[in-house]
């Protein structure tokens, strides 16, 4: 599967928590991800963990020693700091922040940190109240002002029984966390993005909806393609079983109406809509105020009425990305939508067929826009389709002044 994370080049930095078990996580997964992977021990970490099992997972050499006479680098902190695509400290410990925040270069990580012009990730993990201590948080500021960027840390159960503030992220979703600090200055840095996703819910009763097979995968992987391409990403999304994606904005709603309350809403000061949303065209007329029990009788009716067209009601000085899901008439079906809705782009699809349907992670999509130019795209994951038509996008806004 593509990734924004496929052949960078990261320094991964581990300093002496109990959260370093998780690192070997995150490490598995950056190299899942297609990364190249060089890792840091600090003395600390390698009492939690061996470098051993870092250089299993990532099959290169672990750096533990800046004079290490037997290392394959000449000069390790120089050769790792201009190799590196980004350097990432997790866990980062109270003690590595501070030695960060001070400028100093007594060890391979903090050497490495001194010398390289590449992006630094601070991933901190730490007792609460450690975390929370006025040096901490002043050191914390000292680094972002040095545009330094920090993922979490997040709440939760501490190593020391306590529940508080001071977890480290976890390994999944710093993947996303990392991919954004990559893409920050993309083509869509400073642009507002919003992304509706998912099949929304339209209430019979208070125990039954009308609604649809859509998994909201496409959305959401629109919704973190454009998080990184340096976009603010606002998902309005209908309820799936997907986690929701790190640093983007989820709003979440249930039925047609919510979803166009909030899509309206959001693209007030919007640069780009892009509805993957599957959004219900009927509801019923009335909902039950209890739920409806089964009689005698053998048939039940229920009266259907339109739901707001949500892309013909959401107009305004951005870009308008509709989807189609088709099951017949594919490209015919969706060049009517782009005409009768006045659509930049639409997005359609084959739902019959295979890989291109629902609860899938790729889908083969044909582009058409307003001016009825049509490109047809092979099958892809569906992040890879976000990108594809966020390239669209971005050339669309070209030189548009950025809104709000």
């Known amino acids: 599967m593509e990734s924004a994370l496929a052949g960078k080049n990261i320094v991964l930095g581990v300093t002496g928590s109990i959260a370093c078990y998780k690192a070997l996580d995150l490490a598995s997964k950056l190299m899942q991800a297609g990364a190249n992977v060089e890792t840091i021990l600090s003395y600390g970490a390698t009492q939690f963990v ?5 250089r299993s997972l990532t099959h290169r050499s672990v750096v533990t020693d800046t004079f290490d006479p037997n290392s394959e ?8 700091a201009r190799w590196a695509d980004i350097v990432v400290i997790a866990p980062a410990t109270v003690h590595c922040i501070a030695r960060l925040a001070g400028g100093l270069a007594d060890d391979p990580l903090t050497t490495t940190v001194i010398a390289t012009e590449a992006p630094l990730l601070v991933a901190p993990a730490m007792d609460a109240n450690m975390y929370d201590h006025p040096a ?20 939760g159960r501490l190593a020391s029984g306590l529940m508080g503030m001071g977890r480290l992220v976890e390994p999944i979703d710093l993947l996303g966390h990392i991919a954004a600090a990559l893409g920050k200055h993309g083509d869509l840095a400073g642009r507002k993005v919003i992304v509706s ?8 009763d208070p125990v039954r909806v009308i609604t649809n097979h859509s998994s909201g995968r496409m959305g959401y992987a629109v919704a973190e393609a454009a998080r990184d391409r340096g976009a603010e990403v606002v998902l309005v999304t209908a309820p799936t079983a997907l986690p929701d994606p790190p640093l983007v904005r989820v709003e979440s709603v249930k039925s047609a109406q919510d979803m166009c309350d909030a899509v309206l809403y959001e693209t007030s000061n919007a640069d780009a809509l892009i509805m993957a949303a599957a959004v219900a065209d009927y509801r019923p007329a009335v909902a ?12 039940m009716s229920i009266d259907l009425e339109k739901t707001t067209d949500i892309l013909a009601t959401a107009v305004g000085d951005f870009i308008r990305v509709g989807f189609s899901a088709e099951s017949e008439n594919l490209e015919a079906n969706a060049a009517d939508k ?6 930049d782009l639409i997005v359609a699809n084959d ?5 291109s ?27 890879e389709v976000g990108h594809r038509i966020l390239d669209r996008v971005a050339t669309l806004l070209g030189g548009r002044a950025v809104a709000g």
Do not use: C, W
Request: no cysteine.
């Open 50 to 54: 061996s470098p051993l099992a870092f």
């Open 73 to 80: 680098q000449s000069v390790e902190h120089v050769a790792l």
């Open 136 to 155: 901490t948080q002043e050191n914390i500021a000292r680094l972002r002002a040095r545009d330094v960027t920090f993922a979490g840390p997040a709440p």
């Open 197 to 204: 996703a998912g099949g929304t819910q339209e209430a019979i």
């Open 288 to 299: 039950a105020e209890q739920k409806i029990k089964k009689t005698a009788a053998d048939e």
């Open 338 to 343: 782009v005409r009768r809705k006045s659509l």
């Open 351 to 355: 739902i019959t067929e295979e890989g």
């Open 357 to 383: 349907g629902f609860g899938v992670d790729t889908n083969r999509v044909v582009l058409i826009d307003r001016e009825m130019q049509v490109e047809r795209l092979p099958l892809l994951t569906k992040y």
